[in-house]
């Protein structure tokens, strides 16, 4: 065997080619002129190319893959492989849909605007606590005899449907209702507890609608009766057809009757609750006031409406059978 055979030991000759040194615990070697080892490491082989298949897939039968990721290196002759496809672009807004925005809002703007206008009432929050303690007891006026109006409306129901006492109770209450039928129409005279109202224009004529705004609270109040006189002239009694004018030179024409101020309204219903519900502040009592009028109350035990109105004959209504 040759020198070169016993040197390597495999009895081939030994590499001839520039060998790096290493250092002690092959430690890297510590000469500045060393060469990089990652630059005399021997080339990666590329990787191995699969033939297609006949229909176009992998020659295993699966299917074909193509390698996104890579880059092609600086220098290469062929084209750049194409990255994953792009984000589409956003959708612009159309001008319908801007056009229904600005309507929803402008509906949300205006229904809130309305509920704080409707949620608000200007005279009872300008209202002083005394009158709205009054204004609160007319409304309990009202609903107690409203409460008590069904309990005697129930209690005819049960008579009339008790038997052999139907028929007595049928008539009696029959009659009742006649009597109060006869004093709304103003056919019947009436009397009860009630209130007289004073109203005098100061020099001035106290215009038709002052009056009618009088009546209309009274109603509201629960006056069953009312009848009204002047200076000058008969009473007149006041019913739902009753009409108020302005007279010719002042004065007052009520259902065709003349009359001149002052003027006084006798009315049977609950006192308190009548005066209440015409000294409400921006009421009846307060416009005459501000006018240059004045308006008093009298309470009466026992008020007497003795007007009556001529009852009227129809031409063409009939009762229905």
């Not at 206008?117 to 005279?123: G, V």
């Not at 049960?158 to 052999?164: D, E, I, M, N």
């Not at 004065?251 to 219903?269: F, N, Q």
């Amino acid at each position: 065997m040759s020198d070169e055979q016993s040197d390597t030991g495999t009895g081939w000759p030994e590499p001839t080619g520039p060998s790096r040194p290493t250092g002690p615990a092959a430690e890297p070697d510590p000469r500045p002129d060393a060469p990089d080892p990652d630059e005399t490491a021997p080339l990666r082989g590329e990787p191995r190319r699969e033939e297609p298949g006949p229909d176009g897939g992998r020659p295993d039968g699966g299917e074909a893959t193509v390698d996104l990721t890579r880059r092609a290196a600086v220098g290469d002759d062929g084209p750049p492989e194409e990255g994953p496809p792009a984000a589409p672009a956003k959708k612009r807004v159309s001008s319908a849909s801007v056009m229904i925005a600005v309507l929803l809002a402008l509906l949300g703007f205006t229904l809130v605007v309305q509920l704080k206008t409707t949620s608000t009432d200007p005279t009872l929050s300008a209202a002083r606590q005394e009158d709205l303690v009054r204004i609160l007891s007319d409304l309990d006026a009202r609903e107690n005899r409203l409460r008590q109006d069904i309990a005697e409306l129930e209690e005819s129901q049960r008579q009339l449907a008790s038997g052999a006492q139907g028929r007595e109770a049928a008539l009696e209450e029959a009659a009742r209702r006649a009597d109060e039928l006869g004093i709304l129409a103003g056919t019947l005279p009436a009397t009860g507890p009630g209130l007289t109202v004073r109203i005098s224009g100061g020099g001035k004529s106290i215009p038709a609608s002052r009056i009618l705004d009088a009546v209309q609270e009274l109603r509201g109040a629960g006056a069953e009766a009312m009848q009204i006189s002047g200076g000058v002239g008969s009473p007149a009694r006041i019913i739902a057809s009753t009409y108020f004018l302005d007279g010719e030179g002042g004065g007052l024409v009520v259902d065709g009757r003349r009359m001149t101020g002052p003027y006084s309204i006798t009315v049977i219903g609950d006192p308190a609750t009548m005066r209440t519900a015409l000294n409400i502040p921006g009421g009846v009592a307060a416009s005459i006031r501000g006018d240059g009028g004045n308006v008093s109350f009298e309470d009466r035990e026992v008020a007497e409406v003795s007007a009556l109105h001529e009852p009227i004959t129809l031409e063409h209504a009939r009762p229905v059978s």
